[in-house]
């Protein structure tokens, strides 16, 4: 099923879920990580696995960023316009720092772990 490219019926059908946990970026070569990995990034730096913070102390590795991981519930076409641009603006206003992760089906948003609650009004807002 393709997705959808259509920004005013993205924005109007938007909602947001957050994924049990706390998540860290973890940059290096962390074998016991690599596996266990929610997303990983390959970079000429290397690799960068985001992971739960349980899982990243567990390997010892260090977490200088303590996320919240929410997934905008709307199926976006991959070549759809301008939802990044909203999302990023209003959360841009709150002032709320966003690292996004785009998969095929959803668009998933890593943000402070102790303004999640804040950045899930900031997107459901745009829903209008």
């Known amino acids: 099923m393709p997705g959808e490219t259509d920004l005013a019926r993205m924005l109007a059908t938007l909602d947001v879920v957050q994924r049990p946990g706390r998540f860290a970026f973890v940059t290096g070569e962390w074998p016991s990580l690599a ?3 929610a997303a990983t990034i390959h970079e000429d730096e290397g690799p960068t696995y985001v992971v739960t913070t349980e899982q990243a102390d567990a390997a010892g ?3 200088d960023f303590e996320a919240a991981w929410l997934t905008l519930t709307i199926h976006s076409a991959l070549e759809a316009v301008g939802l990044t641009a909203a999302f990023s603006a209003a959360l841009g206003e709150a002032s709320i720092p966003c690292n996004v992760l785009a998969g095929y089906h959803h668009d998933h948003l890593l943000v402070p772990a102790d303004r999640a609650d804040e ?10």
């Open 119 to 128: 950045a899930v009004s900031v997107l459901r807002s745009l829903a209008g």
């Open 35 to 37: 596996a266990a990995a």
């Open 61 to 63: 590795a260090p977490v």
